[in-house]
């Protein structure tokens, strides 16, 4: 029985690609997790695969904050060794972030084989550091690569849930009527600054005969503070799937966990990047998208500011008009988007599992 340690923490970028190769494991595979207490894995990660939490975290911040963080790192990967003699583990595989220090550092001491994917047109800190103690590197998106030149990295593209894999009806609880539906989504964690800017355009939107579904995440003190009967304003929805395959615009951060959930759906979009992620990864993911004719870049502004505003109409109005086909943009741009889909990403990284064990 094959013994595979996890390591994805943090936000939905790095657990659900994790998690949709778990799932998507033949059932005699044995699945240990690494998470960090008190993240989004305590929620996320089903109760049949144990859940061992370390205290671990990234090196930002003061000298002293760094020197604790160091040692937090020395403890965690001999906690990750001893997982390892107990569990006899056999494999690690990890989605990068700081949770995967110290299972590859930990997996490198003690002779185990680790499959490292990052889904960043940027590869994370970790990644570019580490790489190179990794049996195999795999990243999401193909321009990563150049950020990877001690390792030579296999494209096998980002997994995704279950879920977007098959058709999903709309949300019984969206708007009813025939106005093009818009969602809004900020990530896992939400985003306020985005929030702000997309509440400016609901009136062009909603006045349209738009039906929008913005989801906040549970952070933001102005949810539902406009009230419309085609609005619909939540923290989260489960039900992504359904609303992506079915919507006409999405407006979303640019993470690479949303980006393949985009193009899996063949959903056109917006790309509103997260200006302060690290290393501009988010720009860099939107750029590799819009690129290919898939997205279109709006920079985080302030919300008076008619950026936002005037892109969305340019994309919207033909629709909302009922133009001819040849002039929605909307159309060209959900062939974009599907084409950066790609084929299993989830059973190409098995065969790799399978390969290094």
Do not use: Y
């Given at each position: 029985m094959p013994r595979l340690l996890i390591a994805a923490s943090g936000t939905g970028g790095h657990?659900?690609?994790?998690?949709?190769?778990?799932?998507?494991?033949?059932?005699?595979?044995?699945?240990?997790?690494?998470?960090?207490?008190?993240?989004?894995?305590?929620?996320?990660?089903?109760?049949h695969f144990q859940l061992i939490r370390l205290k671990v975290g990234g090196l930002q911040g003061n000298w002293l904050r760094k020197i604790i963080r160091l040692i937090e790192l020395v403890i965690s990967i001999r906690t990750v060794r001893q997982i390892i003699v107990d569990q006899r583990i056999d494999i690690i595989f990890t989605t990068g972030g700081y949770i995967a220090a110290p299972a590859?550092?930990?997996?490198?001491?003690?002779?185990?084989?680790?499959?490292?994917?990052?889904?960043?047109?940027?590869?994370?800190?970790?990644?570019?550091?580490?790489?190179?103690?990794?049996r195999v590197v795999a990243i999401g998106i193909p321009t990563?690569?150049?950020?990877?030149?001690?390792?030579?990295?296999?494209?096998?593209?980002?997994?995704?849930?279950?879920e977007?894999?098959?058709?999903?009806?709309?949300?019984?609880?969206?708007?009813?009527?025939?106005?093009?539906?818009?969602?809004?989504?900020?990530?896992?964690?939400?985003?306020i600054g985005l929030n702000r800017m997309v509440r400016r355009i609901f009136p062009l939107l909603?006045?349209?005969g738009c039906r929008v579904i913005h989801l906040t995440g549970n952070n933001d003190e102005e949810a539902c503070q406009f009230a419309h009967p085609n609005l619909?304003?939540?923290?989260?929805?489960?039900?992504?799937?359904?609303?992506?395959?079915?919507?006409?615009?999405?407006?979303?951060?640019?993470?690479?966990?949303?980006?393949?959930?985009?193009?899996?759906?063949?959903?056109?979009a917006i790309l509103i990047p997260f200006p302060d992620a690290a290393d501009q990864h988010q720009e860099a993911n939107a750029r590799f998208a819009a690129a290919h004719g898939a997205a279109v870049i709006v920079h985080q502004h302030n919300p008076e500011d008619r950026t936002l505003n005037n892109c969305v109409w340019r994309l919207i109005k033909p629709r909302i008009?009922?133009?001819?086909?040849?002039?929605?943009?909307?159309?060209?741009?959900?062939?974009?988007?599907?084409n950066l889909s790609v084929n299993n990403p989830e059973g190409q990284l098995i065969e790799l599992l399978l390969m290094v064990r």
């Open positions: 657990i659900f690609p994790a998690l949709s190769v778990a799932e998507a494991l033949p059932n005699h595979w044995s699945v240990t997790w690494l998470g960090v207490a008190n993240r989004l894995e305590s929620k996320l990660i089903p109760k590859i550092l930990g997996g490198s001491l003690c002779g185990i084989p680790v499959v490292l994917h990052d889904s960043n047109a940027i590869p994370g800190r970790v990644t570019r550091l580490l790489g190179r103690f990794c990563a690569k150049h950020f990877l030149s001690h390792c030579k990295p296999i494209f096998t593209g980002t997994p995704v849930r279950a977007f894999l098959t058709p999903q009806a709309l949300p019984h609880w969206v708007p009813p009527g025939k106005g093009p539906i818009i969602v809004v989504m900020g990530g896992s964690q939400g985003a909603l006045s349209n619909i304003e939540k923290p989260f929805a489960n039900e992504i799937p359904g609303l992506l395959q079915n919507a006409d615009l999405a407006i979303s951060r640019a993470g690479a966990g949303s980006l393949s959930e985009l193009a899996i759906c063949g959903t056109p008009n009922k133009l001819e086909i040849n002039m929605d943009p909307l159309l060209e741009m959900k062939e974009c988007m599907k």
